[in-house]
């Protein structure tokens, strides 16, 4: 028997802000519906109100052109021409091509690879039909799964894919992006307070009002949305997590979740139930959080090796391990009394 676990809303980090006035001035709140999920806005400052409608603007303007979806999207064209040469697209998709190709290079592709479309489509995890596709198929469409077949020529903000058949998926990156996008909009308006949830994507802009650090609490990956493990204390960082529990579907007992391994074209069964990277960039951040990929030891291997992030893993015998970097602003709050953290291990 299959059963299809989705929502329009996943939430994979709980937000806790302010909340009230702070006595000099109130925040700027704004929601919206875009990237497939609810956004989040609290902007403090003069121009708050505009700064937040630039960042929406930006948004529902960046998830038209990238969204798998929108026929007349930027992805679209660039899967549509696959193996036949260069297509011009906007600068803003060569940019965001041009860091996924950076951080792929990180782990070889063995993590992080936009080019899984193929396995996304085949799988339909998240959509009302999931299935798990023949191993024959699987094999021929890992075939096309290789991120230095994304082909970039900045002089002309042209890109293509060297293979037919081969696709672009950034659903892996793209709320990354645009979280590091939407702390440069703030900047530029003057903001020094701020941050944005991208659907359980954090990113803040400097301390909260107070001058307190912002609190982001990482979501219980086995509870329901809302219960959360953990809570991080950051200051200008970007908090991403990736895990088993957002989008998956179950068949003969078995849990297939939305992430692939791109070297085996299954959904990930790496021992892990969620990865969080703190990073300074949300780019870097969302892209870095495919760590879960790899399962503990290795995941852990490839984040000192980036050298830039810190990050929390939980196993699937519920135990919390935190890079060294992270352990000050950590903290356990597990109302289950489920899960154990597990310090000094390396």
């Known amino acids: 028997m299959k059963k299809l676990i989705y929502t329009l809303l996943v939430i994979s980090l709980l937000f806790f802000s302010t909340g009230c006035d702070t006595g000099q001035q109130r925040p700027v709140k704004a929601e919206d519906f875009a990237l497939g999920t609810v956004i989040h806005q609290e902007v403090y400052g003069a121009k708050a109100q505009k700064a937040a409608d630039e960042v929406s603007a930006k948004i529902k303007e960046l998830d038209a052109l990238w969204t798998i979806n929108n026929p007349g999207g930027d992805i679209n064209k660039l899967n549509d021409h696959a193996g036949e040469g260069y297509i011009e697209l906007n600068p803003e998709t060569i940019s965001i091509l041009k860091s996924a190709r950076k951080i792929s290079d990180l782990s070889g592709g063995a993590a992080f690879d936009i080019t899984v479309a193929p396995l996304v489509k085949a799988w339909g995890v998240g959509t009302e039909n999931p299935q798990v596709p023949a191993a024959d198929f ?88 809302g219960t959360f493990v953990g809570v991080v204390s950051v200051t200008d960082k970007a908090v991403v997590t990736s895990g088993d529990y957002q989008r998956y579907f179950t068949e003969n007992g078995k849990r297939y979740c939305h992430i692939f391994d791109p070297r085996t074209g299954y959904p990930v069964d790496s021992c892990l139930m969620s990865v969080t990277i703190v990073a300074s960039s949300s780019t870097e951040a969302d892209g870095m959080s495919k760590a879960f990929v790899l399962g503990l030891e290795k995941g852990m291997d490839l984040v000192e090796y980036y050298g830039k992030a810190e990050a929390v893993f939980i196993t699937d015998d519920k135990k919390i391990y935190v890079t060294p970097g992270l352990q000050d602003n950590f903290s356990l709050e597990d109302a289950t009394n489920e899960y154990t953290y597990i310090q000094n291990w390396r």
């Open 138 to 225: 699987v094999k021929k469409l890992v075939s096309l799964v290789n991120y230095q077949d994304v082909l970039i020529d900045e002089a002309t903000n042209s890109a293509g894919l060297r293979m037919k058949g081969e696709m672009v998926d950034l659903g892996g990156i793209a709320k990354g992006y645009i979280g590091d996008l939407a702390i440069e909009i703030y900047k530029n308006n003057g903001i020094t307070s701020a941050f944005v949830n991208l659907g359980g994507h954090v990113v803040v802009l400097g301390s909260k009002p107070d001058g307190s650090a912002w609190r982001v609490a990482i979501q219980n990956p086995r509870g329901q949305n």
